[in-house]
């Protein structure tokens, strides 16, 4: 059996034009605060979407954003260049060399899936808004004008305290102990080798070497004294 609902209290005609007064009242005592905007710029917060730098250095035009691009608004065109072998009797390569780079904002939904495919960091989101046109061809813009938003985009957040270690410095931290501990291992049987054969020379001569004679033709010192030869027994 369903339980009774708890008794309501009866409402008071009128209470809710009140509150909505009361609210009115509220807002009309408080101090307007008004942006001056151009003269003081807003305070955007760091991941804003507002327009997409290029880093062309990074940029291999794999073409993977502008395939992944919902909206089709991404033209790269390209060419292939020869590059010639590093070192002598290598093989010649060739690279993709970018001739052309361009977002239509007028099509672009700001979605970001073009920064987030990039598997080399080429796209970056900028907090630059003020690109507004007359013309809505003009907003088509080229590589230069991305380079540019570049220099606009904000430093990366600092890594929190708590979080995990990132994978690949957890595998390079891992191998570098590893080969420390290894070189610390072949130390200590070097030392304890030494220690157990005292007479074996610290730096063994390699009989591999040719040694070096004394020249019979090159003049001696004669402040020198020479070392006569002592007579063996028999001698007369």
């Known amino acids: 059996m369903a339980e009774p609902l708890p008794p309501t209290r009866p409402r008071i005609p009128g209470s809710g034009l009140a509150k909505g007064l009361a609210v009115t009242l509220r807002t009309m005592a408080r101090k307007t605060v008004t942006e001056q905007y151009p003269d003081a710029q807003p305070e955007l917060p760091p991941r804003t979407r507002g327009v997409i730098g290029l880093f062309e250095e990074n940029c291999t035009v794999c073409m993977l954003c502008a395939r992944e691009c919902p909206d089709w608004c991404i033209y790269i065109d ?121 007479t074996k020379p610290t730096h063994p001569t390699d009989p591999t070497k040719p040694t070096h004679p004394t020249d019979p033709t090159k003049p001696t010192d004669p402040t020198k004294p020479t070392k006569r030869a002592e007579p063996q027994e028999g001698d007369s």
């Open 78 to 198: 390209s060419h292939k260049e020869t590059v010639p072998p590093a070192a002598p009797g290598g093989r010649e390569r060739s690279r993709n060399v970018l001739d052309r780079f361009a977002i239509d904002f007028a099509l672009c939904m700001y979605c970001g899936i073009c920064i987030e495919v990039c598997p080399f960091d080429a796209l970056f989101w900028s907090p630059e808004f003020e690109y507004a046109e007359t013309d809505i061809h003009e907003l088509t813009h080229e590589r230069d004008k991305l380079r540019e938003w570049m220099w606009t985009v904000p430093a990366p957040p600092a890594l929190d305290p708590a979080a995990e270690e990132p994978k690949e410095l957890a595998a390079a931290r891992k191998t570098a102990e590893k080969l420390a501990t290894t070189e610390a291992e072949q130390a200590e049987q070097t030392a304890q080798a030494e220690k157990s054969d005292p």
